[in-house]
């Protein structure tokens, strides 16, 4: 059974820039969601992707972004970005929308 | 909105101590979730509760959740450094998970 993977680890951008994370769901899950965690806290619902579609969001701006792919991989991408997107980018996948998720190692952002 | 507080926030302790973290809400959740995150790396599931009341254990950690299933509790018994990290609970609500900020327990030994 492969686990979620989530790519790139490590990640520096720039104020302004674009960025695109990557996401693999663990096998037999088609539930993608992703959190962002800033340090020392715990993680914060960006949004759920159920059957390719956006399935709840949490409060985040419109320059945060998803898609899910036929095989149930996952992209975030976020525009424009600021320097308090620096964080660490959680994806989570579970079985349709049984909260009982399982995480990635995460991505860590770095905006300069 | 919900909101999930954990207490304490950090706790220090000496190998073979005992420690009770507390997750506590005014919401009610469909399930509850603990989690222990490491440095750098994504939570790991420890245990998930869903009904009122609810006691599971695994090996020295014993996990509660509330009857009215608003608040869940972690015991730890005779810790060992190994038990070093970020606790994490997670309540279940409409498909997604409301994370409280985390306890870091530190365990010396």
């Known amino acids: 059974e492969t686990g979620v993977t989530q790519s790139p680890t490590h990640l520096i951008k720039t104020r302004g820039q674009q960025v695109t994370l990557r996401c693999s769901s663990q096998?037999?899950?088609?539930?993608v969601s992703w959190y962002q965690q800033a340090l020392g806290q715990g993680p914060q619902f960006i949004f759920q992707?159920?059957?390719?579609?956006?399935?709840g969001r949490g409060n985040f701006p419109p320059r945060f972004s998803g898609l899910q792919f036929p095989n149930y991989s996952s992209e975030l991408n976020v525009n424009a970005l600021e320097l308090d997107d620096s964080a660490l980018y959680l994806c989570?996948?579970?079985?349709?929308?049984?909260?009982?998720?399982?995480f990635g190692q995460g991505t860590r952002l770095t905006v300069v | 909105t919900q909101l999930l507080e954990q207490s304490p926030q950090f706790l220090s302790i000496q190998e073979g101590e005992n420690l009770t973290v507390y997750c506590n809400s005014s919401?009610?959740?469909?399930?509850l979730q603990w989690y222990r995150q490491e440095p750098g790396e994504g939570p790991v599931l420890l245990v998930t509760?869903?009904?009122?009341?609810e006691v599971k254990k695994l090996k020295r950690l014993t996990f509660q959740f509330g009857d009215a299933r608003k608040d869940s509790s972690l015991h730890i018994t005779a810790a060992q450094p190994g038990d070093t990290g970020l606790y994490l609970c997670a309540g279940g609500y409409g498909g997604k998970l409301i994370f409280g900020q985390g306890t870091t327990l530190q365990v010396k030994p």
């Open positions: 992707y159920y059957r390719e579609e956006e399935n």
């Open positions: 509760v869903v009904t009122g009341g």
């Open positions: 919401s009610v959740f469909s399930s």
């Open positions: 096998s037999g899950h088609n539930t």
């Open positions: 989570a996948s579970s079985f349709l929308q049984n909260t009982e998720a399982f």
